[in-house]
Structures are given as C-alpha cells and as structure tokens.
C-alpha cells in the first residue's frame, strides 16, 4: 500500500491550497483517513480527519478555514486549506487507516509528506 501526497507549495498569507492524497495497492477497505502537520521543532499534530461515513473533525487552529473530504472510489483525501497563515507552515502528512484483507487487521499508513509554506 502506497500513500502518494500532491498539491503542497509556497503562498503568501490569506491564499489556499489544496492537498490530495491517493492510496493504490492492495486495499480492501479504507476506514478513517486524516492529515497531520510538523512544523520544524514541533510535534506532528492532526489537522483533521474524516471517517469512512464522512464525519469530520478538525484541530481548533484550523477549523473554518480548512476543508476536509474523500473520494472513496478514488481512494483519495483531500485538504482544502482557505486563508492560509505563516503559522500554517509545514510538512503535511497524509495517514489512512486500511485493511488489505477480508481478515486483516487496520494498519496505518503514511505518505511521505508534501511542504506547505506560507509567507509574504
């Protein structure tokens, strides 16, 4: 199972960007799927997640500006990321909860990051 992020890059304060995150392999089922972020010299933090029902949540630094959704038939999440901040900067992560098999456990897997930078 392989998660493939896109979409991060360079933008000024109150601009957006939108991340994708794709999962290909061998899947049998996706259940919640979920953006993390580290900022240099900080611990990795959720962004928000959302269940494989569509229920979503969101850290209180994001809420209202950034935009959580999935495609199920794509195996994607993405991250609508609205009236970005400096301190928004960071490496983004993508993670999704999969099963591979009918009688596999949930496993976790990472993408490999995507920079976010957001500066004047």
């Known amino acids: 199972v392989q998660l493939v992020e896109s979409g991060g890059g360079s933008v000024q304060p109150g601009g957006s960007l939108r991340l994708s995150c794709a999962a290909s392999?061998?899947?049998?089922?996706?259940?919640?799927m979920g953006w993390y972020r580290q900022a240099p010299g900080r611990q990795r933090e959720l962004v928000a997640f959302i269940g494989s029902g569509g229920s979503t949540t969101y850290s209180d630094s994001v809420k209202g500006r950034f935009t959580i959704s999935r495609d199920n038939a794509k195996n994607t999440v993405y991250l609508q990321m609205n009236s970005l901040k400096p301190e928004d900067t960071a490496v983004y992560y993508c993670?999704?909860?999969?099963?591979?098999?009918?009688?596999?456990?949930?496993?976790?897997?990472w993408g490999q990051g995507t920079q976010v930078t957001v500066s004047s």
């Open positions: 392999g061998s899947i049998f089922s996706i259940n919640a």
């Open positions: 993670n999704s909860d999969i099963r591979t098999g009918y009688h596999s456990k949930p496993y976790d897997y």
